[in-house]
């Protein structure tokens, strides 16, 4: 006689039947309807962005963890982090000479512990590092969002230089996580520190997002028009929804993972293309897993 199914077990193998546009039809409800909630439970809905932040700083205390006591950043894209760096060097510029409030000290605090991410990569870890799967060009997101923001920034009295940069930053933010999605792709295997980071910054996305619709619709749309003319305040608003469901497929597999009892996220041949030639390092990484029982 068959165990009967978990219902989540249940629920999750008849979505995954499903065709793309369905998937896509039930990701926007369940957005919906989490955004509609929140609108009830948060009643200062300035909270909201405060929980993001703080859910992206429990996400980088792992990934703090992960390097120092794990010895390894195996898993982990350095271009994603560099270009993190990036949109967070210009936004702290942007903050110094456009707004400076307590926004401006989180992202110094954040700028500050990406370098460390970033010279641990380089330097200390390096022999962990799989550069091979970390392949993704990032001049196909730095040129484009250049370009955009050379387009479309805010108008408001302050310097052009300085109002193409804050737009610059803003469109970089919403795909730097594109680099380590790529390395998860590559692999196909994500250990358990970068899945909980990755997962955290799915959350602190959707958060931030939330934060900013319910604000437009608290507002009913005055947000938008205090923000400037044009097509920069809904780019600011598309840009924070790009950012969310970029990583939307991701933190289902990581639920899913989750409540299947498995400290090692597989995703699916049918989500993400399978490497052709596994390399030395990601292979000794991958059989450490195994001899360690994670699999």
């Known amino acids: 006689m068959k165990a009967p199914k978990r219902p989540i077990h249940a629920v999750s193998m008849w979505v995954r039947r499903q065709p793309p546009k369905v998937k896509a039809f039930l990701a926007v409800v369940s957005g919906m309807a989490a955004l509609v909630l929140l609108r009830f439970i948060v009643h200062d809905h300035d909270n909201l962005f405060v929980?993001?932040?703080?859910?992206h700083s429990l996400g980088i205390s792992v990934l703090i963890y992960k390097l120092t006591k794990e010895k390894t950043c195996a898993g982990l894209s350095l271009k994603s982090q560099e270009l993190t760096a990036i949109f967070l060097a210009v936004r702290l510029y942007c903050s110094f000479v456009m707004e400076y409030d307590i926004h401006t000290?989180?992202?110094?605090?954040?700028?500050?512990?990406?370098l460390w991410v970033i010279y641990m990569i380089r330097f200390k870890l390096k022999s962990s590092y799989m550069e091979d799967k970390d392949n993704f060009a990032i001049y196909y997101v730095v040129v484009p969002c250049a370009i955009l923001a050379l387009c479309i920034h805010p108008s408001t009295s302050h310097n052009l230089v300085n109002r193409i940069l804050w737009a610059f930053c803003v469109y970089l933010e919403a795909v730097s996580v594109l680099p380590q999605l790529r390395v998860m792709q590559n692999t196909k295997i994500v250990?358990?520190?970068?899945a909980h980071y990755v997962f955290a910054l799915g959350v602190a996305r959707f958060l931030s997002c939330a934060h900013w619709v319910l604000q437009v619709l608290d507002t009913r749309g005055r947000l938008l028009v205090a923000l400037g003319y044009g097509l920069w305040p809904s780019m600011i608003l598309i840009s924070e929804i790009v950012q969310t469901f970029i990583l939307a497929d991701f933190c289902y597999y990581y639920i899913k993972s989750v409540f299947g009892g498995q400290l090692v996220l597989r995703?699916?041949?049918?989500?993400?293309?399978?490497?052709?030639?596994?390399?030395?390092p990601s292979m000794k990484w991958f059989m450490t897993v195994v001899a360690q029982g994670q699999v």
């Open 191 to 194: 250990e358990p520190f970068t």
């Open 51 to 55: 929980a993001a932040e703080t859910v």
């Open 105 to 114: 000290l989180l992202d110094l605090a954040t700028l500050a512990t990406t």
């Open 267 to 280: 995703l699916p041949s049918g989500v993400v293309p399978v490497a052709k030639k596994p390399s030395e």
